[in-house]
């Protein structure tokens, strides 16, 4: 993914004022800022849901997209959801998407409604449809929220494995954790994006 001057604002408070990033094959990069420093707007941006004031975002290859706010249909059970996209994306089969509900350990709630699901396992089928059909770039807002201990580190090796396999991974967060396992770290500040020299040579 390539970014140049991306610009927006809501009526006369400038959110972004000049983004440039670059997310090159086979990276982790990781993107902090506080409440209100302009991360949803970046990523609405950076998925084509909202068009920025000036500025350019392309990326090549599959795209994948794990937003914050999960968007499930409490009607469906998990595996409707899945059938739903996998005939959105035009895949064959659901492999992929059962391998990552096997690292994610919740493959026994397959038949089970959305709707009764804990936050954590909804955000853990957030996360399978962002990522069932094997997107080169993926962007994630806040991917781990509601996640116990044991499936945080689960995310974290998925997170590895994507990007040993070329995948350009980007995880938004208010907060940096874990900041050994990225290989750039920016902060969101003022309107534009800031190195942090914990990560960022």
Known sequence: MRVRGLRHAYGRQQVLRGIDLDLAPGVLVGIVGE??????TLLKILSGE?????????????????????ALNDALTVRQHLKFFKAAYGLADLRRAEEIMNELRFAEYADVGAGVLSGG?????????ALMHDPQVLLLDEPYQGFDWDTYQRFWHLA???RAAGRSVL?????AYDIERLDELWRLDGGILVPDSAVTP
């Open 171 to 175: 995880v938004v967060s208010h907060l």
């Open 50 to 70: 909202l068009r920025p004031d000036a500025g350019t975002a392309l990326h090549q290859g599959r795209f994948g997209y794990c937003p914050q706010d999960v």
């Open 121 to 129: 396992t909804r955000q853990k089928l957030n996360l399978t449809l």
């Open 35 to 40: 409440n209100g420093a302009g991360k949803s």
């Open 160 to 162: 590895d494995g994507l």
